[in-house]
């Protein structure tokens, strides 16, 4: 598919078409001895702007909710996951400049180059045509996931939200360990730790097993938005 193809698919025409090139360029080019630049700069820039436009989208979509719900909304709309389906929706795969080496190990489909790409794309629309046109690309990326969240949810099921959370990045589910159960039995505290991939994420305590994994899934939802 040429590079005009492309554009009409994304629906924008880039006044500086080295940009674009350059958002496509995966970073395994340099790795190989290749003078040319890559994209993990503007995948910098288009993260930035891509969390912008979907916080102010949200946040005057939604006035009655605070951070907690709208928080739980962005993650909703934006992971690697998501990232990837749009950028296979605008077949950026096709057009991906890769290594050698890259190439032989089916980088075109790898959801993580995907996401970089289409993250890349954002900077470089916004260096293009800026925020306006930015924004109004992304929107329109997102206007159906939009229309998906016309209630947002009280956050009441943190371990629930640990799972959507890690499996955007990873299909093994977090395991939940129980710690040490202390104190009379009409009066039982519990303590119980969560792990990803054999790491601990967090620890958590309540008068349950169940309360304490529940506190522990959102203390790891909470350092893990915190990191991100």
Not at 73 to 96: F, I, P
Not at 155 to 181: C, F, M, T, V
């Amino acid at each position: 598919m040429p590079p005009d193809d492309l554009q009409r698919r994304l629906n924008y025409k880039f006044h500086d078409e080295n940009l674009l090139r350059l958002a496509l360029t995966h970073p395994s080019v340099a790795h190989e001895g290749a003078t040319t630049g890559h994209n993990q700069r503007l995948e910098f820039l288009g993260d930035a702007v891509l969390q912008l436009v979907l916080t102010q989208k949200l946040y005057e979509q939604f006035p009655g909710f605070d951070e907690g719900p709208l928080t739980k909304a962005r993650a909703r709309l934006v992971n690697r996951r998501t990232l990837a389906e749009r950028a296979r929706s605008l077949g950026l795969g096709g057009h991906l400049i890769l290594g050698e080496g890259e190439e032989r190990h089916g980088g075109r489909e790898r959801p993580s180059t995907l996401a970089d790409a289409f993250e890349a794309l954002l900077g470089a629309i916004f260096l293009d045509g800026g925020v306006a046109s930015a924004a109004a690309f992304i929107l329109s990326q997102f206007s159906d996931a939009f229309g998906e969240l016309a209630g947002l949810p009280v956050i009441d099921n943190p371990k629930g939200e640990l799972q959507e959370w890690l499996q955007a990045h990873s299909p093994q589910a977090p395991e939940y360990r129980l710690i040490s159960a202390t104190g009379p039995d009409h009066d039982r505290l519990f303590e119980c730790t969560v792990h990803h991939e054999g790491v601990e994420l967090a620890r958590g305590r309540g008068k349950t097993k169940k309360a304490a994994e529940s506190d522990a899934a959102r203390a790891a939802l909470e350092k893990l938005r915190a990191q991100s």
